[in-house]
C-alpha cells in the first residue's frame, strides 16, 4: 500500500509575486493550491487533490498514475581497487 499522499506526484511549492505559496503538481499542474505558507499550500494541494481523485472515481474515470520515476545512477567511485605494495 502507498502511505504517499500524492501518489507519487512531485510538488512545487514557490512564493508567487502576490507573497502566497502556490503548491501545484510537476506532472499535472493544473492541480494546485495556494496559502500564505508553504504548509498550509501543501495542505490545500492535499484538499484540492482528494477533490480531484473523488471527481474521477465519481464519473468511473481511472485516477491519474505518476509516472515512473528514473532511477539515478551511484555517483563513479573516486577510489579505484589496486594492489598496494609495502615499501
Known amino acids: 500500500m502507498n502511505n504517499d499522499i500524492f501518489n507519487g506526484f512531485t510538488v512545487n511549492i514557490f512564493l508567487d509575486e502576490d507573497g502566497d505559496y502556490l503548491a501545484h503538481?510537476?506532472?499535472?499542474?493544473?492541480?494546485?493550491?495556494?496559502?500564505?505558507?508553504?504548509?498550509?499550500?501543501?495542505?490545500?494541494?492535499?484538499?484540492?487533490?482528494?477533490?480531484?481523485?473523488?471527481?474521477?472515481?465519481?464519473?468511473?474515470?481511472?485516477?491519474?498514475?505518476?509516472?515512473?520515476?528514473?532511477?539515478?545512477a551511484s555517483a563513479p567511485s573516486l577510489v579505484s581497487a589496486g594492489t598496494v605494495t609495502p615499501q
Not at 498514475?65 to 528514473?70: L, N, T, V
Open 25 to 72: 503538481f510537476v506532472e499535472m499542474p493544473n492541480i494546485s493550491a495556494f496559502a500564505d505558507t508553504p504548509e498550509g499550500a501543501l495542505k490545500e494541494l492535499t484538499v484540492a487533490w482528494q477533490g480531484v481523485k473523488e471527481s474521477y472515481r465519481k464519473h468511473n474515470d481511472p485516477i491519474p498514475k505518476a509516472p515512473p520515476r528514473k532511477r539515478q
